[in-house]
């Protein structure tokens, strides 16, 4: 089983602790034997997922949107990034440089095409930019990739 994650990034503190209780929910539902997460491991659910999954005994499996990816992020997660990175058994890029919106609808369309199933940590607004987390829910749809959307009641960005 291949597991996908899409999220919104800088959630208020409360809303990511109940984020991170369903995404240890969702692990704990499945057989790990088999399970590989796939993520482009961006802090939030990203790496949340990632982590909960290899913590459980999955593998994982890293999308790189672009070569600049990991300078867009913050830097206070680039040791956790490359941590994630180094634990990873397989590696997808894009062949994209820059870290744009396009290139990041790209990698998260390569990620759902590697995947049975993707977590969607999503408010179900629009995209705040393209390639944003709706986006990557619609483009999932369209292609047949189940979606479990995974948001608190009553919870905001």
Known sequence: MRIGITGHRGLPSDVADQVRASLLAQIEALDVTNLIAVS?????????????????????????????????????????????????SDIHRTGLTESTSEAHQAGSEILVGLSDRLLAVWDGKPARGYGGTADVVDYARQVGVPVTVIWPDGASR
């Open 40 to 88: 482009c491991i961006a802090d939030g659910p990203d790496a949340w997922w990632a982590q909960i999954a290899l913590d459980a005994g999955g593998k994982l499996e890293v999308v790189i949107p672009a070569t600049e990816y990991r300078e867009g992020l913050p830097d206070w997660y680039h040791p956790d990034y490359d941590q994630l990175l180094s634990s990873a």
